[in-house]
């Protein structure tokens, strides 16, 4: 039996944590950057946490985490 590919996109934007929970990084940080505040620009730095709705998606995409 052949062996399980990891989706190598859904890797590099995804890591799980000690816990087995999975970490993300937020959205909307790359560029237009003037018009958003400091404070929201802040908060987009920090990682996120996965969404119970899309966790199954993402598992499914990295068999091997």
């Known amino acids: 039996m052949p ?3 990891t989706n190598k996109s859904a890797s590099k934007r995804f ?3 000690g816990r087995g929970r999975i970490k993300r990084n937020k959205a ?3 560029h237009i950057l ?3 505040t400091t404070k929201r620009k802040r908060n ?3 990682s996120d946490i996965v969404a119970d709705a899309d966790v199954r ?4 995409m990295m068999p091997n985490g």
């Open 28 to 30: 909307y940080s790359s």
């Open 44 to 46: 987009l730095r920090s």
């Open 15 to 17: 890591s799980f944590t």
């Open 34 to 36: 003037t018009k958003k």
């Open 3 to 5: 062996k399980i590919k």
């Open 57 to 60: 998606r993402v598992k499914k």
